[in-house]
């Protein structure tokens, strides 16, 4: 399965889909997304130059264009996902209005469908923190006696902190996130699937799910520089062994 950057703690996005599937259906491929955009083509559009980047301004399409290496440098990370559409009719785009904003999604093909799910926050950013400890209160000392035992504590507890692994930050447990369903789009909207690619020095890879409407949707998740992942994508799309 396709995987893109999230927490360690997270399990994968196989994990994550199969606990969606329905009696009878096969999970195909999935991955997270981070990023879901949405673009308007038309006549004499260029699909995915400007998309794999999501670049609005005159400098970002000359930049794109001319393939130079600070073409990426001070500018926001490109979406993972691009939904693109010519009319407002158009399934992409009906699709994609349930979608934005989204921070964290899981896309997963299925034999029946495509699923689009949202990722509620890690299981245990939900757990409150733990009250803390109420100071116990002592017989009244000497301003030097409490001094000394001030100073005392603080040794201690510098010591505690290089010595001790409880002072390490707690690692999260690697779990499933609670999933919301957003959409479902019908295998009988799809039409076809292909790799694409943009770019001549340094060409990007991603694989693009057109519906019967000729909108669709681009994903550029994982290493988009790598054309054999998308490939691999492509041939699980259409069945083949994982």
Not at 105 to 120: C, E, P, Q, Y
Not at 162 to 174: A, D, M
């Amino acid at each position: 399965m396709i995987r893109t950057i999230f927490p360690s703690a997270t399990a994968g996005p196989a994990a994550h889909a199969r606990t969606l599937l329905k009696p009878g259906e096969t999970l195909l491929w999935a991955t997270f997304a981070k990023g879901i955009t949405t673009e308007k083509r038309g006549m004499g559009a260029v699909p995915g130059k400007l998309a794999s980047a999501g670049r609005k301004t005159l400098d970002g399409f000359a930049s794109l264009f001319e393939d130079r290496e600070d073409s990426f440098n001070n500018t926001p990370p490109p979406p993972d996902v691009i939904i693109f559409w010519q009319k407002e009719t158009d399934y992409a785009l009906q699709y994609g209005g349930r979608l934005q904003p989204i921070p964290h999604s899981l896309f997963m093909l299925t034999s029946a469908r495509m699923h689009v799910a949202m990722l509620d926050p890690h299981p245990d950013d939900l757990q409150p923190e733990p009250a803390p400890q109420p100071t116990p209160t002592s017989t009244r000392k000497s301003k030097f006696a409490a001094f000394v035992d001030d100073m005392v504590a603080t040794g201690k507890e510098i010591a505690a902190a290089v010595t001790t692994p409880e002072t390490k930050p707690k690692r999260k447990t690697v779990s499933l996130h609670h999933l919301r369903p957003l959409i479902d789009i019908p295998r009988a909207q799809i039409a076809n699937f292909e790799v694409e690619s943009d770019g001549v020095a340094r060409k990007v890879y991603y694989l693009r799910m057109e519906l019967t409407d000729r909108s669709g949707f681009e994903f550029f998740c994982g290493a988009v520089r790598e054309r054999e992942q998308y490939e691999r994508m492509l041939a699980l799309t259409f069945g083949a062994p994982e």
